[in-house]
């Protein structure tokens, strides 16, 4: 897609650290790491996010993820976030989905929950009726 930044790393215009990539799938330091090792997943044809997304490429990037996760894990790295966001009121910066391979460990100074429990109480029976999947 004309001017989407990871479309231009695909390319190869926009330089990248890449730690893996196949005929489908890349992945690439964030050069604005969370913390060290901080990993951008993307699938290497331009999609928006989780709406547009190939049942069978949504896969694969996932299992990428895990890829990479076992290969850092064996490179000293034990624990991790994996986020994806869909839609800007979710915080989604570049409009070609991505996921965030994020490695953490006990001092990095990240409490990702701490932003996310704001005390919210439902009405669960409501939003059950409302969101069940039958
Ligand atoms: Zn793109």
């Given at each position: 897609m004309e001017g989407c930044i990871f479309c231009r790393i695909v390319k190869g215009e926009i330089p990248s650290h890449t730690v893996y990539e196949d005929n489908e799938v890349k992945a690439f330091f964030d050069i604005a790491p969370a913390t060290p090792g901080h990993t951008l997943i993307i699938p290497k044809k331009h999609y928006e996010n989780?709406?547009?997304?190939p049942e069978e490429l949504l896969l694969k990037t996932t299992s990428t993820a895990k890829k990479l996760a076992h290969h850092y894990k064996e490179k000293g790295y034990g624990a991790f976030n994996i986020i994806q966001s869909s839609g800007k009121e979710a915080n989604q910066d570049v409009m070609h989905f991505h996921m965030h391979l994020v490695p953490r460990h006990?001092?990095?100074?990240?409490?990702l929950w701490k932003s996310m429990k704001k005390g919210v109480k439902p009405d669960f029976e409501a939003l059950k009726e409302k969101l069940k999947l039958e």
């Amino acid at each position: 897609m004309e001017g989407c930044i990871f479309c231009r790393i695909v390319k190869g215009e926009i330089p990248s650290h890449t730690v893996y990539e196949d005929n489908e799938v890349k992945a690439f330091f964030d050069i604005a790491p969370a913390t060290p090792g901080h990993t951008l997943i993307i699938p290497k044809k331009h999609y928006e996010n989780i709406f547009d997304m190939p049942e069978e490429l949504l896969l694969k990037t996932t299992s990428t993820a895990k890829k990479l996760a076992h290969h850092y894990k064996e490179k000293g790295y034990g624990a991790f976030n994996i986020i994806q966001s869909s839609g800007k009121e979710a915080n989604q910066d570049v409009m070609h989905f991505h996921m965030h391979l994020v490695p953490r460990h006990d001092k990095d100074g990240l409490d990702l929950w701490k932003s996310m429990k704001k005390g919210v109480k439902p009405d669960f029976e409501a939003l059950k009726e409302k969101l069940k999947l039958e």
